[in-house]
């Protein structure tokens, strides 16, 4: 089992920003991958971004240019690191882990959620 620790949701004004920490733990050599997906209120969950241990980074195309993953090997952490916050970037965040396939996480592990709240 692997376990996602998440940080770093709050509430900020359209243009700021905002980084998002996940810490795995537990049997991490069972994935390769780790990203972050977001879920709006009455939308589908989207994938935002996610790296592969080997450093290979994807990013949905709303956020590219403004968003950076990024990963400290060391510490099992991923980061998020969200600049010039939008109003539509508003939604829960979640942290997952798993195996690299197609661009995207076969999620096996799904962290709590953090909420991000960008006010116009």
């Known amino acids: 089992q692997v376990q996602l620790v998440e940080s770093g949701g709050g509430l900020v004004q359209a243009g700021g920003s905002l980084r998002l920490s996940c810490a795995a733990s537990?049997?991490?050599?069972?994935?390769?991958?780790m990203g972050w997906y977001r879920q709006a209120p009455g939308k589908q969950r989207e994938l935002v971004a996610r790296i592969t241990y080997s450093g290979f980074t994807n990013y949905a195309d709303s956020v590219k240019g403004r968003f950076r993953i990024s990963r400290d090997s060391a510490k099992n952490t991923v980061y998020l690191q969200m600049n010039s916050l939008k109003f539509e970037d508003t939604a829960v965040y979640y942290c997952a882990a798993g195996q690299a396939y197609a661009g995207d996480i076969n999620v096996g592990y799904w962290g709590q959620g953090t909420q991000v709240t960008v006010s116009s």
């Open positions: 537990g049997t991490i050599f069972s994935i390769n991958a």
